[in-house]
């Protein structure tokens, strides 16, 4: 298994932009497909975007794909998602995850990490 500690979020304005990381331990990071997803009070745990173990691959929601950006650096054993174009409904929890199945699905990411909070306001 790897362990994952996100960072990154916090309180932007509508419009904006901000970058989480999520820095892995353990070994063979780049055999992990990684993943973020969110969540908010009542509901459940969403998909936001996942990307292969050799980073050429990518999957999106519908409703953050041309604003979020998803991507990896082995080297670093770290994952990051570029958010711009903030909006309100993206006010979550947002955990990074890694898994070994592509194309990536929820029961498929065996580590998680603790989650960072994004809150938008306008």
């Known amino acids: 298994q790897v362990q994952l500690v996100e960072s990154g979020g916090g309180l932007v304005q509508a419009g904006g932009s901000l970058r989480l990381s999520c820095a892995a331990s353990?070994?063979?990071?780049?055999?992990?497909?990684m993943g973020w997803f969110r969540q908010t009070p009542g509901k459940e745990r969403e998909f936001v975007a996942a990307i292969r173990w050799s980073g050429g691959n990518t999957r999106y929601a519908d409703s953050v794909r041309g604003r979020f950006s998803i991507s990896r650096d082995n080297a670093k054993n770290t994952v990051y998602l570029q958010m711009n174009s903030l909006e309100h409904a993206d006010t979550a929890v947002y955990y990074c995850?890694?898994?070994?199945?592509?194309?990536?699905?929820?029961?498929?990411?065996?580590?998680w990490g603790q989650g960072t909070q994004v809150t938008v306001s306008s």
């Open positions: 995850a890694a898994g070994s199945a592509w194309p990536p699905l929820t029961r498929s990411f065996s580590s």
């Open positions: 353990g070994r063979n990071f780049g055999n992990y497909a």
